[in-house]
């Protein structure tokens, strides 16, 4: 795999160069959180350059997997990119054809809100999947502005659900259990399921380590990055040894990269001198537009779909994609049982 200098300001991803095209091409990475479409003066010219620029990044689809990939994006960090980072992948991967699952698994429910998905307390959720027992075609709700994408919403019960499990049989495997009727929800099936863990690694974490057979642990370039990676990383181990043995890390993604920081690529060098193809060639730019989406209850990749934060996240897709579509995964010490 051709390893891509992260200190390059295109970081990691020949798109953000395509998108910046035509415009300065001083590595000031601040240009990638300005917005692009100042060069279309009015709305129609906007809406045209945009879907020039977006269909020939979404004409073509992704390959599906050999068989369905459960992915948990885990980092006992907050503020890292875990919810954006499973949002973006996911709404990527179902714009590009593939049949997508989000399980929301964090109390604060951010990625319910990202997909425009209703979580409040009434609402059939994650709760009722672990804790009473409700199917996945109970509470799995379709995501509207993306067909293809399907959410398991959370609501504030789950905040106690990290106790409430304790004394509940299997508390472990529960999640493990509920998403083995996958395939129920959509015809042909799902292909992807992608599982947001919440800042801990409390038994909801050990939940979703228990039922994926990937983890994704997102990154952000910043001077503490790799604090409490050892952590998440014996856990993994314990999980991986007793309940998962299939279990392992088979994508680490650099967010919030800044390229005008040299700490950023410091760190991103370090990262990939310890995980190497583990990490994905692609790194996520600090971007004002990834964050922005959240609070229009979108994605970045239907809020702008052209901005270097999507495109980027459509890359970390096809990559992520082009390594389910193989028999081989980067990365991962040894081959996962099958389920
Ligand atoms: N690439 C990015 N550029 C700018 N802001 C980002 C980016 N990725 C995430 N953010 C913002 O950073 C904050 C933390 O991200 P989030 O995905 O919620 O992290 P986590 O789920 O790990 O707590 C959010 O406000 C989010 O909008
Ligand atoms: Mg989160």
């Given at each position: 795999?051709?390893?891509?200098?992260?200190?390059?300001?295109?970081a990691g991803?020949?798109?953000?160069?395509e998108?910046?095209?035509g415009?300065?091409t001083s590595?000031d990475?601040?240009?990638e959180?300005k917005?692009?479409?100042?060069?279309?003066d009015t709305?129609?010219?906007?809406?045209?350059?945009?879907?020039?620029?977006v269909?020939?990044?979404?004409?073509?689809t992704?390959?599906?997997?050999?068989r369905?990939r459960?992915?948990?994006v885990?980092?006992?960090?907050?503020g890292?990119?875990k919810?954006t980072?499973?949002?973006?992948?996911?709404?990527?991967?179902?714009?590009r054809?593939?049949r997508?699952l989000?399980?929301?698994?964090?109390?604060q429910g951010?990625?319910?809100?990202?997909?425009?998905?209703?979580h409040h307390?009434?609402?059939?959720?994650?709760y009722d999947l672990?804790v009473?027992?409700?199917?996945?075609?109970d509470?799995?709700?379709?995501?509207?502005?993306?067909s293809?994408?399907?959410?398991v919403p959370?609501?504030?019960d789950?905040?106690?659900?990290?106790?409430e499990?304790?004394?509940?049989?299997?508390?472990?495997?529960?999640?493990?259990r509920?998403?083995?009727?996958?395939?129920?929800l959509?015809?042909g099936?799902i292909?992807y399921?992608?599982i947001d863990c919440?800042?801990?690694?409390g038994?909801l974490?050990?939940?979703?380590l228990?039922?994926?057979?990937?983890?994704l642990?997102p990154?952000?370039?910043?001077?503490?990055?790799?604090?409490?990676?050892?952590q998440?990383?014996?856990?993994?181990?314990l999980?991986?040894s007793?309940?998962?043995?299939?279990l392992h890390?088979?994508?680490?993604l650099?967010?919030m990269?800044?390229?005008r920081?040299?700490?950023a690529?410091?760190?991103?060098d370090?990262?990939?001198?310890?995980?190497?193809e583990t990490?994905?060639r692609?790194?996520?730019?600090?971007?004002?537009r990834?964050?922005?989406?959240?609070?229009?209850?979108?994605?970045?990749?239907?809020y702008?779909?052209?901005?270097?934060?999507?495109l980027?996240?459509?890359?970390a897709a096809?990559?992520?994609?082009?390594r389910?579509?193989?028999?081989t995964?980067?990365?991962?010490a040894q081959e996962?049982?099958?389920?």
């Open positions: 795999m051709g390893g891509v200098t992260v200190g390059d300001p295109s991803s020949d798109v953000s160069r998108t910046t095209r415009q300065s590595p990475v601040s240009r959180t917005d692009e479409r100042s060069d279309d709305p129609i010219a906007t809406a045209a350059a945009t879907a020039v620029r269909m020939g990044r979404f004409g073509d992704l390959p599906r997997p050999v369905r459960l992915i948990t885990a980092n006992q960090k907050g890292v990119g919810t980072t499973a949002v973006n992948i996911a709404a990527a991967m179902a714009m054809g593939l997508v989000v399980v929301d698994l964090d109390p951010n990625a319910s809100t990202a997909l425009g998905v209703d307390s009434e609402i059939p959720s994650v672990l009473e027992g409700k199917t996945l075609g509470v799995a709700v379709p995501v509207t502005e993306i293809g994408l399907w959410c959370a609501t504030i789950l905040a106690g659900a990290e106790i499990l304790v004394s509940l049989v299997a508390r472990e495997s529960r999640l493990q509920a998403l083995a009727d996958a395939a129920s959509a015809d099936g292909d399921i992608l919440p800042p801990s690694l038994l974490t050990v939940n979703a228990v039922a994926a057979e990937e983890v642990i990154i952000q370039c910043e001077y503490y990055a790799l604090e409490g990676l050892g998440l990383l014996r856990n993994i181990e999980v991986k007793h309940l998962n043995p299939g890390v088979s994508t680490i650099l967010t990269y800044d390229a920081t040299r700490l690529s410091q760190v991103a370090d990262v990939r001198e310890h995980f190497g990490v994905l692609t790194v996520i730019p600090r971007s004002v990834v964050s922005e989406a959240p609070s229009y209850g979108q994605t970045v990749m239907t702008d779909p052209a901005s270097p934060g999507a980027c996240y459509l890359d096809r990559e992520i994609a082009a389910g579509a193989g028999d995964v980067a990365g991962s996962g049982e099958s389920w």
